[in-house]
C-alpha cells in the first residue's frame, strides 16, 4: 500500500476496494474522471498491474492529456505492463516530448516500446540514444535490444564508446542479444 499520496481516509478506503476487488471499471472511471491526481496516478499503477487490456486507451489518454506528471509517469508504465499495440504512436510521441520534466515518461515510454517489440518504434529509439537524460538512454538500449532489429547495432556500437560505463554495458548487452537472434 503506498501511504505517502495525498489521499482522504475515503478516498484511501474506495482506491483499497478497487484494488482488492479488481474492479477495472471503477480504476478505469477514477483514472478518467477524479479530480484528485493521486487516485488517478494509483488507478493507472493498478490498471498496469492488473494488465487490463481495456483501459488501454483511458491510458493513452491519460499519458497523453493528464494535467498529473505523476499520472502520465504511471499511465506509460501501465501501457509498458500491458503491452498493447494500440499504444504505439502514443508511446513514441511521448518518447519524442523533449520537455525538461518528461524524462520519466520517456523512460517508460522506451520500456514499453521494447515489450511491444514494433519495428516502427526501432527509429525513434535510435534517436533516443542521444537524449542527455541517462535513464532514457539506457531505456532506450534495453528496448532495441529486446525488438531486436541488426539495424540497431550501429548506433548501438557508437554508445559503446561512451565514458559511462552503464551506458557501455547495456549496448554490449543488447548487441548480443540482437546477433544472437540473427545467429539462429
Not at 499495440?85 to 525538461?100: D, F, M, Q, V, Y
Not at 523512460?107 to 532514457?136: F, Q, S
Not at 541488426?150 to 554495458?169: F, G
Request: net charge positive; proline share 3%.
Amino acid at each position: 500500500m503506498t501511504t505517502n499520496l495525498a489521499l482522504s481516509p475515503a478516498e484511501r478506503e474506495r482506491m483499497e476496494a478497487l484494488k482488492k476487488t479488481q474492479d477495472i471499471n471503477g480504476l478505469i472511471d477514477v483514472l478518467a474522471h477524479h479530480w484528485n491526481s493521486d487516485c488517478r496516478y494509483e488507478a493507472a499503477l493498478y490498471l498496469g498491474k492488473m494488465k487490463a487490456s481495456e483501459a488501454v486507451l483511458p491510458l493513452i489518454s491519460a499519458l497523453e492529456k493528464d494535467d498529473g506528471l505523476h499520472v502520465r509517469i504511471n499511465a506509460a508504465r501501465a501501457l509498458a505492463l500491458i503491452g498493447d499495440e494500440r499504444a504505439l504512436g502514443s508511446l513514441i510521441k511521448a518518447l519524442k516530448n523533449t520537455h525538461p520534466f518528461y524524462g520519466a515518461i520517456r523512460e517508460h515510454a522506451a520500456e514499453a516500446l521494447g515489450n511491444l517489440g514494433n519495428p516502427e518504434a526501432i527509429d525513434p529509439l535510435i534517436a533516443a540514444l542521444r537524449v542527455k537524460n541517462i535513464e532514457v538512454r539506457v531505456a532506450a538500449i534495453i528496448a532495441l535490444g529486446k525488438i531486436g532489429n541488426i539495424n540497431a547495432i550501429k548506433p548501438l556500437e557508437s554508445i559503446k564508446k561512451s565514458d559511462n560505463i552503464r551506458l557501455y554495458r547495456e549496448a554490449n548487452e543488447a548487441i548480443s542479444k540482437i546477433s544472437s537472434r540473427i545467429t539462429k
